[in-house]
């Protein structure tokens, strides 16, 4: 039913021009149609692959950077937590966000002074006993890279500390704390000089003068002395100020400091807790004053020196930056190593009350290969509108409140993979377009031909083939007709070659049937001619003449056929044996000397016996003519063992006489015809024969005498 | 007695009378008929007993490679008719059609009376001859029983033209000893130790087709030959 409407509704399209049109279009650019196709559903593979690496590797990847971000989180909150006196610097994020900060006057939440020694504790004190816990926030640290006497073992650092507390109950002082390496301090004596042991403060205010107080270190007084135990206060000390250029030590500044070896590695350090009266500095006095002094004191600038007895002293200016014990920007760069987005916020507010958006975000992808950006770049655009996974968590400041602590992912959520992945799709794609472009490229050059071919080779196909492809509309069918021209054209090429062949084979076998015919013609007058009495005496010696040279003939096709023989004939030969059997049975002394030089046996060549002894009839029957009489004809033979690869026997057949013309020459047939009434064939032949067993000869003019040499390849293997 | 008869076919009669000489001159009781024509020729084998025949293998008004002197070489042959074919063709199959076709001999025009005499004469005298008991021949070798001329090499035949056949058995019935070149080169019609060479040749590649491994004829340097046992 489907099938009949199908059906019927083809033939009515079909009946329309512009079906037929498409169709036949189609049909004939099947292969480019093919090719596209096949580029479209490559294309698809590969952004189908794109999106789910994008999709679904990253939606596991998701999650893992959720469990990243909370990890993360909660180290920040633990390095930011409270300390054990209660404190955090989660409490003031103005004073505690940079690592690095000058000394300066903060907010403390509660005091960290006290006296260390005092009359309560004089009798259970013990220098050891003694516990002086600073706030990390508030410590800053300063590296003492100029410390010339510095040893192997000192403390390489000056801590300082400088506070206020709001709505302290004690009066409006600010806090300070001190701790360096000491080597020893000395003591003060009221009256004596101030130089020695002891530190100097510096404080100055926009639009006032600096103020300078000079602190040194005293004995404590006034506490029961233990005869047990003499030098329990050791190491405690009191501090006694100078401000300015004062003669008298000032009450308002009050504080011990205590020096003792650290436990550990054995160093001396010494701590100072001091209280400054901010009368002293010209602060506003009074619980009233209270903001005010807040303000004025924390925009105090700082500095401070300390000196000790015979060493450099220690200098940090007030631009001098020392490092914070403890900070946000540490605390985050410590804990978040993505590139995460860390804000404190409490419910209701738009503010933060930190944020880390002033603190360069950290990538650890970045330096990735050409490929990987590329990937990277890619996959940013794809998912720069999707929401970025985040964590959260509750966290109590004091005196404020429950604030949420919220870490937020910045960078563009990728896989870690993805990015190269993506950047190997990208290249592939990229091929693959240039490959398309190929294609089409070759495609219109194919169809150009195509169409030049179906114009030139609109022939009437074969038999058989014309159902598979001649009446195919499509470019195979185009190209078959193609293909088919040119085969033609071979086709009809080859002929006109194997005409111009055959007719060449024709005209030489007319050529050689004319000759047969020829010698036919004259052998049987001659034959007539070659009995009859009373012949002319020079007509007989032309007769001969002509009679010789068809024997001549004859005997060239009989070498020929001959030559054909001795190679097939060619067995192993001793050589050696052979050529002194010639020799003796040739020599006839004293008129017709033939001698041999050479080994007599074990010399084996491959070469047909009957054969070497036509060449040695020939060679020696050509030396007994050219030779000076009664001299000897030498035959000689040598082994050259240096051929590669084989070794080869060299024969050499000398005579003295006359040289030869042309020695080059002396072998081509006929050469040599009528000069002693041969044929001129008798060297010819030595080469034929010499050829078919793998041999050379040449002939050589050498001092007094010629010189025949025949090089045949000596054989091992006999079998 | 029966006289011996002999028939010269040439279709050049100049040629009829040189080759009558020859008869004549070998033996001077013989019978001669001749022939122009291969028509004439046919005739006269078909009538006629001949004990040895001169055939020019070319005969006038037919092609002249229709060889048809060949066909009437076969028909007397197989009469036991011994053939001399001459021709002035050189083609080299020429000899061996002549061999193979017609167990005949091959002469080369233009052949003087005095050679031709000397081969008619050796015909007429191995025609005559006995062949050589078995014993006296050396291993492998054996003589047809139906045709004398033709040789056996171990159980295949072996086509021998009149002069091959002659050194083969001149070196078969002196197998195991040297036959010096003197005694060779008497079997030859022409030429010397050259042709002798080439005929060995021949007759070694005749009996390599019988015999891949045929070796027993071996060139004994400046000496001759020698059938080796």
């Not at chain 1, 220690?314 to 978040?336: D, H, L, M, N, P």
């Amino acid at each position: 039913m489907l099938r009949q409407y199908v059906h019927d509704v083809f033939r009515r399209l079909w009946r329309t021009l512009w079906f037929r049109r498409g169709v036949l279009y189609f049909l004939r650019n099947n292969l480019t149609f093919g090719l596209m196709a096949s580029a479209f559903v490559v294309y698809g593979f590969l952004f189908f692959a794109l999106n789910t690496i994008y999709r679904d590797i990253g939606a596991s990847d998701q999650k893992l950077t959720r469990d990243v971000l909370r990890s993360e989180l909660y180290d920040f909150l633990l390095i930011t937590g409270r300390e054990v006196d209660g404190t955090s610097i989660l409490d003031n994020p103005r004073d505690f966000s940079p690592m690095r900060r000058e000394p300066s006057v903060i907010e403390l939440r509660r005091s960290f002074f006290s006296y260390p020694l005092t009359k309560a504790n004089a009798k259970s004190f013990r220098l050891a006993n003694v516990r002086v816990d600073l706030p990390r926030g508030c410590l800053l640290e300063f590296p003492l890279e100029s410390a010339a006497d510095s040893g192997p073992r000192e403390v390489k650092a000056v801590q300082a500390c400088f506070a206020v507390v709001p709505w302290d109950p004690f009066g409006n002082y600010i806090y300070f704390a001190l701790r360096y390496p000491s080597t020893g301090a000395i003591a003060h004596r009221p009256g004596h000089s101030l130089q020695g042991d002891g530190f100097e403060l510096r404080f100055s205010r926009e639009g006032r003068p600096e103020r300078r107080l000079r602190v040194v270190y005293e004995g404590v007084s006034g506490l029961p002395v233990s005869r047990k135990l003499p030098g329990r206060y050791d190491g405690v000390f009191e501090l006694v100020a100078f401000p300015d250029e004062a003669n008298r030590p000032t009450p308002l500044v009050g504080g011990q400091a205590i020096e003792r070896i650290e436990e550990g590695d054995a160093s001396t350090t010494m701590t100072i807790l001091g209280r400054i009266d901010g009368s002293l500095l010209g602060l506003p006095t009074g619980a009233g004053a209270q903001d005010e002094f807040l303000s004025m004191a924390k925009s105090l600038r700082l500095g401070f020196s300390i000196s000790r007895t015979g060493r450099a002293p220690y200098i940090v200016s007030a631009a001098t930056k020392g490092v914070a014990k403890a900070s946000f920007e540490q605390a985050y760069r410590t804990s978040v190593s993505e590139n995460a987005l860390l804000t404190i916020v409490f419910p209701g507010t738009t503010t933060p009350w930190w944020s880390s958006s002033g603190l360069t975000p950290t990538d650890l992808r970045e330096g990735a290969s050409l490929l990987e950006r590329l990937g990277r770049s890619v996959l940013v655009l794809m998912s720069r509108h999707h929401e970025q996974p985040f964590v959260t968590k509750e966290v109590s400041i004091a005196g404020k409140g429950v604030a949420e602590a919220r870490l937020a992912l910045m960078r563009e959520r990728i896989p870690e993979a993805a990015p190269f992945a993506t950047g190997l799709l990208i290249a592939a794609l990229m091929g693959l377009s240039v490959m398309v472009i190929l294609f089409w490229s070759s495609i219109a050059r194919l169809s150009q031909l195509s169409r030049k071919a179906y114009a030139v080779a609109n022939i009437t196909p074969e038999a058989g083939a014309k159902e598979k492809f001649a009446s195919r509309h499509s470019q195979i069918g185009t190209l078959w007709r193609g293909v088919r021209f040119l085969l033609r054209q071979e086709v009809l090429r080859g002929r006109e070659l194997r005409d111009e062949a055959e007719k060449h084979a024709k005209t030489a076998e007319r050529e050689r049937v004319a000759l047969r015919w020829i010698g036919h013609q004259i052998r049987n007058p001659l034959q007539t001619l070659t009995n009859l009495d009373g012949m002319p005496l020079e007509a007989t010696r032309q007769m001969d003449k002509l009679r010789g040279a068809l024997d001549g003939l004859n005997r060239l096709s009989i070498i020929d056929k001959d030559a054909e023989l001795v190679g097939k004939q060619a067995i192993p030969l001793d050589i050696a044996k052979a050529l002194g059997d010639y020799t003796a049975a040739n020599n006839s002394p004293p008129e017709d000397p033939v001698e041999y030089l050479g080994p007599r046996v074990d010399v084996w060549v491959r070469f047909a016996d009957d054969g070497l002894e036509e060449i040695l009839d020939t060679l020696i029957e050509n030396a007994r003519r050219h030779r000076v009489p009664w001299t000897p004809i030498v035959i000689s033979l040598q082994v050259d063992e240096r051929k590669e690869p084989k070794a080869v026997a060299i024969v050499k057949v000398f005579n003295q006489g006359e040289p030869f013309k042309d020695p080059q020459r002396a072998f081509e047939r006929g050469y040599t015809v009528g000069e002693h009434g041969g044929e001129g064939l008798g060297l010819y032949m030595v080469q034929a024969y010499c050829a078919r067993c793998n041999g050379e000869v040449s002939a050589e003019n050498i001092e007094g005498g010629v010189e025949v040499v025949l090089r045949l390849p000596v054989i091992r293997d006999r079998g | 007695m029966v006289k011996l008869r002999c028939l010269i076919v040439d279709d050049e009669a100049e040629a009829r009378n040189s080759f009558r000489s020859a008869v004549l001159a070998a033996c001077h009781d013989i019978e001669i008929d001749e022939a122009e024509t291969y028509e004439e020729a046919k005739m006269a084998v078909a009538h006629g007993r001949y004990a040895i025949a001169l055939i020019d293998c070319n005969l006038k008004g037919k092609d002249v490679e229709s060889f048809q002197g060949l066909g009437v070489a076969r028909d007397l042959s197989e009469a036991g008719c011994d053939v001399l074919l001459i021709s002035g063709m050189t083609d080299q199959s020429l000899p061996i059609m002549a061999d193979d076709i017609a167990n005949a001999a091959f002469l080369l025009k233009p052949v003087k009376t005095a050679d031709l005499t000397v081969e008619i004469r050796r015909t007429l005298r191995n025609r005559e001859r006995r062949p050589p008991p078995r014993s006296e021949l050396p291993p492998g070798l054996e003589i047809d029983s139906v045709n004398s001329h033709r040789l056996i090499w171990r159980g295949n035949r072996v086509q021998l033209g009149n002069v091959p056949y002659d050194i083969t058995m001149c070196l078969a019935r002196k197998h195991g000893s040297l036959v010096p070149y003197d005694t060779l080169l008497k079997c030859c019609i022409s030429g010397g130790k050259g042709a002798l060479h080439s005929h060995i040749r021949q007759i070694k590649a005749r009996f390599e087709l019988a015999d891949k491994d045929f070796l027993a004829i071996r060139n004994m340097s400046g000496r001759g030959y020698i059938w080796e046992s």
